[in-house]
């Protein structure tokens, strides 16, 4: 029998006890228990999947055990951590890059955690580490790190450590990395965009078209905002108009005749071009959106929620002289590490002085006894329209 105040842990396989009167002070002043067993290993729990498909089929909450960090390695505590589409799109295998499947968190099958982004606590560091310490909250530095866990072993040179986590929450952390680093990036690295510019943009009213309003208005530039029809639509457009949106439109009127005059009306009668259009839905929406811009702007794809083909006017190319670009936030992560930290350090810089807002969340809550099925049914969730805001799970006692 396990000794008085241990329990032997969850998975079967594991001849340890896990420690469950030890409780930890959070940065935040929260008491928090802490799993491990009595040979130090950490007791972790993960959303892994071994075969790709819809979320409610391929998820499973698989138990294990970490042990001790050494060398440069890091031992981490999720904080939080979202449910982005792209994340979806992972499982269902279709998205361009896929974690590898392996064993090593022995699993039956070998398997992949989800999850792409997040905030977590170093709980431990070994020997060699230098930039990082106990108690620091770190980002990861690129996708597929698998952030759907209580806890997790990571290298050093795999997160992105929060200098000042001071005036931001858990939730502001670890949502920065992808929707407002996307929106940041596309307003200042296409179109060439100065003051009392104008941009539009379809899917306003998702996490990045949230964070380029904002922006935008902070860098003077003036926007056209297309959303889809819904239950309490006008109450969306005052929300959006108070984030800084000019403009809020929907779907089926940018689709009308005759819209494009209602273009130059906004713009001074056209002598104000709208040099960049930000598209994530594709199809005849974005085909839309690129017959507004003006001669030599750019439309600039960054996703497909319509799942169709953009089409594209060949007029465009040829008369108005437009670019056609893609932006993936996967690739310009991996490729400027050192942009990315200083665009999350001034979003969370902005955030502290309360000139950026964060996307409106729905918390998950995932405690060491939250049960399978929730979680499943939270990311599952995540394909459903109109959502009153992002998923994210926030983990609490783990």
């Known amino acids: 029998m396990p000794p008085k105040g241990l329990h032997v842990a969850s998975n079967p396989r594991l001849n340890v006890f896990r420690d469950c009167s030890k409780l930890v002070k959070t940065p935040n002043g929260l008491d928090r228990r802490r799993y491990i067993s009595a040979y130090g290993y950490t007791q972790a729990k993960a959303l892994v999947y071994s075969k790709y498909g819809e979320p409610s089929d391929v998820l499973r909450l698989h138990t294990h055990s ?16 979202p449910l982005n589409p792209a994340d979806i799109n992972q499982l269902q295998g279709t998205y361009p890059t896929r974690p590898a499947f392996t064993s090593t968190l022995g699993t039956p099958q070998p398997s992949a955690v989800g999850g792409n982004e997040g905030v977590a606590e170093v709980l431990s560091t070994g020997g060699s580490v230098k930039t990082v310490g106990k108690g620091d909250w770190v980002v990861m530095k690129h996708t597929g790190a698998g952030t759907w866990r209580t806890h997790m072993q990571t290298d050093e040179s795999s997160v992105v450590k929060i200098e000042d986590r001071s005036g931001v929450t858990e939730v502001q952390v670890g949502t920065v990395s992808v929707n407002p680093c996307t929106a940041w990036r596309l307003l200042r690295g296409f179109g060439g965009l100065r003051e009392g510019d104008w941009w539009v943009q379809n899917g306003a ?12 208005r902070l860098w003077g530039f003036k926007s ?16 959006l108009r108070e984030l800084g949106a000019d403009v809020v439109v929907m779907e089926e009127e940018l689709m009308e005749r005759g819209f494009g005059d209602r273009v130059k009306g906004w713009t001074n009668g056209g002598r104000v071009k709208v040099k960049l259009g930000l598209n994530c839905v594709g199809g005849k929406n974005a085909t839309a959106i690129a017959k507004v811009l003006d001669e030599d702007a750019c439309l600039v794809t ?16 040829i008369f108005k002289n437009i670019r056609f670009e893609g932006f993936w936030v996967s690739r310009w ?8 930290r200083r665009t999350v350090e001034d979003i ?19 405690n060491w006894d939250t049960k399978e099925e929730v979680l499943k049914e939270a990311v599952q969730g995540t394909l459903e329209g109109f959502r009153k805001g992002k998923g994210v799970f926030i983990f609490g006692d783990t």
């Open 205 to 216: 009213n998702s996490g990045v078209g949230r964070a380029a309003i904002q922006f935008g």
């Open 66 to 81: 970490i042990s001790p960090s050494h060398s440069t390695q890091l031992t981490l505590r999720l904080l939080a951590a």
């Open 302 to 317: 960054y996703g497909a929620m319509a799942k169709q083909p953009l089409q594209l006017p060949t007029g465009l190319l």
């Open 333 to 340: 992560s991996e490729r400027y590490p050192e942009e990315k």
């Open 224 to 239: 056209i905002n297309v959303v889809r029809d819904r239950p309490g639509v006008e109450g969306l457009r005052e929300e």
């Open 348 to 366: 969370l810089q902005l955030t502290r002085e309360g000139k950026f807002r964060d996307t409106p969340v729905q918390e998950v809550k995932w």
